[in-house]
């Protein structure tokens, strides 16, 4: 079982529409959880970071994290074709090394 | 805060040959840094974690004698491919860690591209 989890996509939305992306987990000590974006042919940036459970909003951001259910989200408001991207699930156990999911390709259709 | 920058940003050289790549934490200092390796439509992998003053610690299957890490100080690592060949061709990426406890977070630099003919 791979440690982060998450659906390969693509997952394809209209301009405008609500994204949800989403990521399992297996180490239930799990402390930290993170969002990267990344571009084509770029580095992944942080989006958000969540460690408390319930909701947390940033903008047209929101992170979700169920630590019961070993469950993290992003949604996506009003998403525009610019957000098209490869999104990242990251988690940090407590020690200093972060686990990364294998990403979501998610494209915003204009 | 927290920009990580490498050099270069893209290399091209002969097969045989070694290649050098220094990441730098530009307004924070990282006592641990991480090396990614990314190949086309593939998902990140950890090749190692950089630790100042100490050894690196190398994933498994990532040669430590072909890939030379070096963290010489708080704010720069250092990866060498060594007698690279074709198949290093990739996406290298460091990220450093800024922050402690839950507020550990990980930043990338914008990575270097690595093309050996």
């Known amino acids: 079982q791979k440690e982060v989890e998450q659906n390969s996509g693509p997952l394809s939305v209209p301009e405008g529409a609500i994204a949800s992306l989403n990521c399992t987990y297996s180490?239930?000590?799990?402390?930290?959880f993170f969002w990267y974006r990344q571009y084509s042919g770029k580095s992944p940036e942080l989006i958000m970071f969540?460690?408390?459970?319930g909701d947390k909003e940033d903008g047209r951001f929101t992170a979700q994290l169920n630590k019961a259910s070993q469950y993290v989200s992003l949604l996506i408001r009003d998403s525009q074709p610019s957000d098209s991207a490869t999104y990242l699930c990251?988690?940090?156990?407590?020690?200093?090394?972060?686990?990364f999911g294998a990403g979501t390709r998610l494209f915003v259709k204009a | 805060g927290a920009v990580v920058s490498q050099h270069p940003s893209w290399v091209i050289c002969k097969s045989g040959t070694s290649v050098k790549i220094e990441c730098r934490s530009l307004?924070?200092?990282?006592?641990?840094m991480f090396w990614y390796r990314q190949f086309p439509k593939q998902s990140l992998m950890l090749m190692a974690t950089?630790?100042?003053?100490?050894?690196?610690?190398?994933e498994q299957g990532v040669e430590k004698d072909k890939f030379l890490i070096n963290h010489a100080s708080l704010t720069l690592s250092t990866l060498t491919v060594t007698s690279a060949h074709p198949e290093d061709s990739s996406f290298y990426i460091c990220?450093?860690?800024?922050?402690?406890?839950?507020?550990?977070?990980?930043?990338f630099g914008p990575g270097t591209r690595l093309l050996v003919l």
């Open positions: 990220s450093a860690n800024l922050g402690e406890g839950l507020g550990e977070t990980q930043y």
């Open positions: 180490d239930r000590g799990s402390q930290s």
């Open positions: 969540i460690y408390s459970n």
């Open positions: 990251a988690v940090n156990t407590g020690g200093f090394k972060t686990i």
């Open positions: 307004d924070f200092q990282a006592t641990t």
């Open positions: 950089s630790n100042e003053g100490s050894k690196a610690t190398y």
